[in-house]
């Protein structure tokens, strides 16, 4: 049996914001590789999240991912193909 996987890098500039799709994030396991992000949810909260957090996003009510460190933000994010 074959089990095969995409793999996919994000990288947000420090200050950087990306609009959050669900579709993006559905069937992925993303892992902080570097830096740190900050998931800005449709509600008003935010969850900060450093590097080796594992995060499961799909299905989650986000507006948008954050980078509030100095650094560049690393996400990679593992899913089937």
Not at 38 to 48: A, K, T
Not at 62 to 74: D, F, Q, S, W, Y
């Amino acid at each position: 049996m074959t089990v095969a996987f995409d793999v996919r890098v994000v990288e947000l500039p420090p200050g950087g914001v990306r609009a959050s799709h669900e579709a993006e994030w559905s069937d992925a396991l993303v892992v902080v590789d570097r830096g740190e992000i900050e998931l800005d949810c449709v509600g008003g909260s935010r969850r900060r999240f450093g590097r080796g957090a594992v995060l499961w996003l799909g299905g989650l009510p986000l507006r948008a991912l954050r980078n509030p460190g100095a650094e560049p933000t690393v996400l990679v994010a593992v899913s089937r193909r």
